[in-house]
């Protein structure tokens, strides 16, 4: 794998992890749904992965990303259409899409 590729691929699972790490141990939809630093914490972050993974992808076609177009089309939204993006769809990437994302990352690692 191409140093260029490997560090993209870092970039996104400390992006994830980071996440991670914003939510408390128990995911309350309601206690997120109010805090706003959190909130942006996550867009940015979200922003770096659908970046890195636009990067990986021009870079090398093969690798396999379940929805990777959707990642980075959710990366656009957010910047181009950021009043688009509620806390709901963000909390459903939160839950449903990263911990996918996550696995597939660091068996891209490996």
Known sequence: MKPE????????????????????????FYLFDKD???????????????EALSRVLKENLD?????????VD??????????SITSDVLWLIITKSLPLLKKEILKLLE
């Open 5 to 28: 590729i490997k560090s993209r691929l870092e970039d996104i699972k400390r992006s994830i992890d980071e996440i991670d790490e914003f939510l408390p141990d128990k995911k309350d």
């Open 36 to 50: 706003l630093k959190t909130k942006k914490a996550i867009e940015r972050n979200l922003e770096i992965i659908g």
């Open 63 to 71: 690798i396999k990303i379940s929805d990777s177009r959707k990642i």
């Open 74 to 83: 959710t990366r656009n939204r957010i910047i181009h259409g950021y009043n």
